[in-house]
Each structure stands twice: as structure tokens, then as C-alpha cells.
């Protein structure tokens, strides 16, 4: 089933097997490890962990750092670079601790270590990091408190570095420095001029509201060389947006961050580290191309033209390589983490069987949408199309001044899916373009019910249009035979999955199968394991979904190594500061009122409390009853 296009996006990841459920993979044997999710789901039913739940696959992540670290040691090793790579993590694109201690644990082994943009981030890259030669980038606003933090960290031998993001920085960390007598490693980050395709282009440019202006640079090289303390500026900092599509542009932003690491060589600056931030993108379409949710380039490209383009710009002007730091944050988390969620309902918009004739009484123009739909054929379907919305409208109108009736406007929007229906099937027998019917396919699709909820869980969705791979998880050996899209449960009509990405490029439905009474249909969103998670919110206080993170073995078999619980309602309530047992007793006196005006009994009140309670400690999400 080429449909979902796993192959294309999965990065060999994700598959499908004869059975026709879609499996998670790893190369752990001689053959790929792999695991079905409709089992993984089987086992977490069986612990109590119910829909909706983000999977993670522990050595899923495991794999991404190493193919990282692996393809920049190759790309080193083909160049003969004079260096060595090391990467960071930034903390803000999934700062979940099961994330970051695996991050630490097995990134030691690399000496992978943590970019972090806030205080917060640098006490968890303190207490998490494993290895003192792996890196502590601290980008973002720095107080006292932050850098005081970061010196103590140098002082006992780690390497953390402070980036300059603006010029009012450094005397604050100069004072520190000699307040504490511990000499910093300074970094600054430099303003690119290239302006990268893709959606995060504000990142570089003159007007980006990050890093230094030229003139700051020289400002702060001189405040440097005036307090005696150039020597300790030894990182230049260079990010040019995160997820970018094309690769020529991560070529110019190298070429132009080694001029500015040149010209802070030529100004007296040690230097020796060249970081080149985020931006390593991820192939949510799989389509291969520069577009936003796409790349048009593969890791091991990605490392060569970095490799190759330093030493095109520095080995001329015979200045030592750098270390070479990257900061990939979505390309190393975003695939080990998924969505799963179970579909509630499902609304068809089929219309209902027509009657043989119309009642006499029908409005006029219900007759003539009556005529329209007898005639749809092969060579008229637009205008039939035209001519039914026309006639649906005007009917509406009509009924909103009073002047046709309920069923007037019931009938007159049964007849208008029927004449869509039609045409849609004229539609589809044609080679011929009608961009005025493009949007026929979302018209007539049925809306899937998922039990999540976009805001808390895909918020990127929402903010950005961000594509992500969409599917089900099992009945994948059947053809799915509906049109559809997807609805989420919080009551807002823009918590809706409308764009996904096929063989044909981003549609506006998908494909999905009829769901059968009585049984479950899982669906499973992909790739979200980078920014999804912290940026979620509690719109319509639906809180953190449960989490479940596995490790696959190589024989097939898989452990569940840790499990959250989601937000439960107590919990969510909590954070928009209700107080439940005030909460419970004012519900209590509810019920002694009702009860003292003989509306319910005491027995029935207590029935009633014991409900209450069970709601607060039960999950935000829909919950099947327990028989
Ligand atoms: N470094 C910095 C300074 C960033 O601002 C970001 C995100 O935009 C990243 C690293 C991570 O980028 P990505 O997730 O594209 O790897």
C-alpha cells in the first residue's frame, strides 16, 4: 500500500508487514527488528493505558544520534578533516526527561551533549549530562544567576559555553567572571545574511531579532580585547532557521559563517568551534523536495556539504578546522515519537435515498434543484455543480427569511450531495483540470472522530499548517474506501487534520477504511516527536495524554520501559488554579440542596459525589465504559 506513502517518509523506520499492520523497525540484527503497533497497543490496553497515547521508541532515538554522529564522522573522514564533530541537543525541542536522560545516556557514547536557552535548560543539561567532553551550548538571555550557573559547570571542567546573543551580555558576564574568578568560554552568534526557503526564515537576515549586527561584533571583539579577556572567545554561532528545505541554502549559510569565523581570527580570537545551530530537516511529505514540510537533501549529504564547504573557505587561508558543533534538535527526536488515537465516530455525508417524487408543496426552486440532479452526466457536471450550490443557497436564504420551509431546506440539501456526489464520480473519470472543484473531494468527505486533541498534542498543526504523516496502524492488506478527514474532540472547528501528504503531493482528505461497528480503528500520526509535546495547550483542558516509551530488542520482542500517566481532570483543573476539594464540596452543598428540595434522594447523592469524584482523578480524553 504505496497510499501512505510510509516508505517515502518512515527514513526506513516504519513499514508495513504481510499482515497488513504497520510496524516500527530497527536495524539491531541482521535483519531489520520489528514491531508491530497494533500489538504495542494490545500490551498497553492490557496494562490500563488507554487512547489517546504518544509512543516512543527508545532506541529509535538511539539510532538517529548515532546516524548523526556517524555521517559527520564519515563526511570528516572522507574531506580528511583535521577535526572532530560534536552535536548538542537542543533541550526546547522535546525537554521531556525520559528524552533528555536517553539523550544524555546514550549520546555519551559520542559526546553528544546539550544546547540550552533558558536557566531551566541549563539545570537540566547540569544534572542530566553524563560526560565531560561532551558540549553545554547556552544560548538565549543570560542574568547573573544563568551565568554564575554555567561558570560554576566550566570551573568543574565541563565545556559550557556562553553565545553573545546581544552586546548588553557581556558586561554582565565580564562581572561575574571576575566576581567568581572563573574565566568564561565566550561564543557569539552572528546574524546570516541568507535567508533560508521554508517556513523559519526570520531567523536570519538583518532584521532577525537574534544574534549580533556586525558593528556589535566588532563592539564586543574590542570590549573583549579591552578587558584582557579576547582569548576566551573561542565559538562562533550560526543558526539559520530550523527545518530547511534546501540544501544550497545551509551551503551559503556555512560559507558565510566561516568568513565572519575567519574574520574573528584575523581580529586575535582564538576561536576553535564552529557551531552551526539547527535546521537539519525532516521529510514529513517524504516527497524529497524543497518545499516546507520537505528536504531536498539526505543526512549524509547534509554532513558532506557542511565538511566540504569549510575547508573549501578556511584551508586557503590556512586556518586550522574547527570543531564542528550542529544543534539538530527535530531531526533527532521527531521520529522516535508518535500518536495514537482510537476513532469515536464517524459522520458521512452521503445523502439520504431520495424519495420518487417531490411532495407537491416543495418550494419552486427546490423542483429545480429536483431537475438539476436528474441530468448530471458527463458533459455538463460543472455546470450542474454551479447551478445546485446556486439553488441550495438561494433555498437557505429563503428559509432564513421565513419564506420556505424546514423540510423545504432539508430536501434542497439531500439533492445537493446527491448532484455533488454524481459529479464527483463525472470528476473522477476525467483527465481534465476543474480547479472550481477542487475543494469537492473535502465537501463530501466524512468526518473521522479521533479521541485527541490537536491543541494539546499536534499544535503545529493549528499554528503553522505543519503536515505530518498521517495513517492507520492495521487493516492496511484492505483498500480503505472513504474519502475522509479528521476531527479531533475539543469543540473548536479549527481542531481538524485537513492537509496530508500522499503520492499525489498535500490533499485535503485522506483515504480510510469504513469503520465496523463494535470494533476499534486506530490511527497513528507520525513525527511529532520535535516541538509537538511542550508547545501543546489545555484548550478545552484536554491535558498531557498518557506515554509510553518501548525498547525493541533484536529478536523481534520489545520491552515497555516506561509509562506516564496523562493529566487527569483533578490535574488540569489544577493548573488554572481550581481548587478541587473546594470544587467538591460546593458540588456537595449542589446535591444537599437538590436534596432538601426533595429533587433526589440521599442515597441518589451520594451516587452522585461518588461520580463527581471518580471525573476528577479520571483521564481528560473519552474513556471506553468498563463492563
Ligand atoms: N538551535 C537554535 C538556536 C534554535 O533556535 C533552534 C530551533 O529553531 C535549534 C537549534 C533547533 O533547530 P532544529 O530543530 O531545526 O534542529
Redesign the pocket.
Known sequence: LELYGVRDWGEGYFDISAAGELVAQLPLGKQASQVALLDIIQGMKERGIEMPSILRIENLLDDRIKALNEAFKHAINEYSYQNHYRGVF?IK?NQQCHVIEEIADFGAGYHHGF?AGSKAELIIALSKLKDDQSLIIC?GYKDSEFIELGLYAKEMGLKCFFVLETPSELPIILECSQRLGIEPLLGVRIRPLVIVDGH?NE?SGDRSIFGLSTASLIKVVEQLKESNMLHCLQLLHC?LG??IPNIRNIRSGVLEACRFYSGLMEEGAPMGFLDL????AVDYEGARTNSHHSMNYQLDEYCANIVETICECLDPLAIPHPVIIS?????TVAYSSMLLFNVLDVRDHCPAPLPDSLPGSSHELVHNLWQVNQVVAADNFQECYNDALFYRDEVRELFRRGQASLSDRAIADNITLAVLEKVAVELKQTDKHYPELNNLPEMLADTYYGNFSLFQSLPDIWAIDQVFPVMPIHRLQEEPDRDALIADITCDCDGKIDHFSNAKGIQRTTRLHTVHEGEEYYLGVFLVG?YQETLGDLHNLFGDTNVVSVHIHADGSYDFVREFQGDSIADVLSYVEYDTKIMTEEFRQLAEKAVKQGKITAAKRKQMMKAFKASLDGYTYFEKEEH
Not at 277 to 280: I, K, V
Not at 327 to 331: A, K
Open positions: 537542543p525541542v544546547e544560548n523559519w531567523d543558526h530550523s527545518q545551530g539547527g535546521g537539519l544543534e539538530s534538535g527535530r531531526s520535535a
